[in-house]
């Protein structure tokens, strides 16, 4: 048995439009005496609402665009007329706040101070992870828009540290230690106004 085929997926609403009228069309022209004219005549009834339908959708869509660009016209005109009365009563009153307020008008916030240097990282830790030779490292930040550098010393070098610089957050993992060495840990965290004081020491011992 021959099938036959109606394509209406990844089509456009006028593509599958235009489909349902050739097919609709051609049916009801082939005067084949079997047919269900009922149904052909539903069909040919659905598809003319469908066309008056997706014309009259196009004609909203220009009338839509008319209305957008006079809508943002005027939203434009509206913000600077706005804008000038606003001055003006801000003016008469000289700018007093109470009045401002008084006369509906939204006061602006005062700018925060710059963050400045930040603050030493707390909750500071260390503890061996499962590798060999390995200590993670964790901390709270205190601000943040910051980085932060590490330093480390073996227990047996209390004046040997070792400086890492890092762009790291909350957590840091060192490797390439030595198993069963104690060693001490210390954070600071760093911005563009500079770095905090060093934090407490942490320490662990490598596994």
């Not at 006079?70 to 009153?93: D, F, I, M, P």
Request: proline share 3%; net charge positive; aromatic share 6%.
């Amino acid at each position: 048995m021959q099938r036959f085929k109606l394509t209406f997926r990844n089509k456009s609403a006028l593509e599958q439009l235009c489909l349902c009228e050739r097919t609709v069309s051609a049916i009801a022209a082939s005067g084949l005496s079997h047919l269900d004219f009922t149904q052909v005549t539903d069909a040919q009834a659905t598809v003319g609402a469908l066309r008056t339908s997706h014309e009259r959708v196009d004609s909203l869509r220009a009338e839509l665009k008319c209305e957008l660009s006079r809508r943002n016209e005027l939203l434009g005109k509206a913000r600077q007329q706005v804008t000038n009365a606003s001055l003006g009563l801000a003016c008469a009153v000289s700018f007093e706040p109470t009045k401002l307020l008084a006369a509906g008008l939204d006061l602006e916030k005062p700018k925060t101070a710059p963050v400045g240097i930040p603050a030493v990282p707390d909750h500071f830790s260390a503890a061996p992870t499962a590798s060999e030779g390995e200590v993670r490292l964790k901390w709270k930040r205190t601000v943040r828009r910051c980085s932060f550098q590490i330093e480390y010393r073996r227990d047996d070098e209390p004046d040997n540290w070792v400086f890492t610089d890092t762009s790291l957050r909350q957590t840091c993992v060192l490797e390439g230690l030595v198993s069963g060495v104690k060693y001490w840990f210390r954070v600071r965290a760093c911005n563009a106004h500079g770095a905090s004081a060093w934090s407490g020491l942490a320490t662990a011992r490598v596994k």
